[in-house]
């Protein structure tokens, strides 16, 4: 898959490329907020299991 098929606002925090105020800036909101820290990691952690690789197969082993 391509990351934004992946990857979205729910499951990660986006900054722009070069821009190191706004990586240090989304750092220190994640430090101060665990909470958006954890739903963000929970978020990922199902996003990771419904696209690996296990789960894309089981999807297309039918098709075999």
Not at 20 to 49: I, V, W
């Given at each position: 898959?391509?990351?934004?098929?992946?990857?979205?606002?729910h499951n990660a925090i986006?900054?722009?490329?070069?821009?190191?105020?706004?990586?240090?800036?989304?750092?220190?909101?994640?430090?101060?907020?665990?909470?958006?820290?954890?739903?963000?990691?929970?978020a990922s952690r199902k996003?990771?299991?419904?696209?690996?690789?296990?789960?894309?197969?089981?999807?297309?082993?039918?098709?075999?």
């Amino acid at each position: 898959p391509v990351i934004h098929e992946v990857l979205s606002d729910h499951n990660a925090i986006f900054c722009p490329p070069g821009d190191l105020q706004a990586c240090k800036s989304a750092l220190s909101e994640l430090k101060e907020n665990p909470g958006k820290r954890d739903a963000l990691a929970a978020a990922s952690r199902k996003t990771a299991e419904k696209d690996s690789k296990g789960a894309r197969g089981m999807v297309v082993l039918p098709y075999v």
